[in-house]
Nanobody
Framework: QVQLVESGGGLVQPGGSLRLSCAAS????????MGWYRQAPGKQRELVAA???????HYVDSVKGRFTIARDNAKNTVNLQMNSLKPEDTAVYYC????????????WGQGTQVTVSS
């Protein structure tokens, strides 16, 4: 089971940018699909972006064209570049790792707060 540590959240004005990073410990990073969920107050957790071990990506419609997910298998990291941020992007963002050979095995990061406000 991997362990995940996130960084990069904070306060930004609308239209600004933030970059979230997630570092994974342990071996076999390549067999995991990685991604980011977010949860805003009073709302359900939603999948924001994901990247497979082959590099295929998925984005929720509301962030397409603004967010970019990328992984570095050599460094065991996955990053989420967030541009043109909107107040509705405000949430706690959670990194996750899902084992492609054991889908029930999912690891979570501790969460990082992103606040978009003027």
């Amino acid at each position: 089971q991997v362990q995940l540590v996130e960084s990069g959240g904070g306060l930004v004005q609308p239209g600004g940018s933030l970059r979230l990073s997630c570092a994974a410990s342990g071996s076999m990073f390549r067999i995991y699909t990685m991604g980011w969920y977010r949860q805003a107050p009073g709302k359900q957790r939603e999948l924001v972006a994901a990247i497979g071990n082959g590099g295929s990506t998925h984005y929720v419609d509301s962030v397409k064209g603004r967010f970019t997910i990328a992984r570095d298998n050599a460094k065991n990291t996955v990053n989420l570049q967030m541009n043109s941020l909107k107040p509705e992007d405000t949430a706690v963002y959670y990194c996750y790792a899902q084992n492609d050979y054991a889908p029930a095995s999912i690891a979570w990061g501790q969460g990082t707060q992103v606040t978009v406000s003027s």
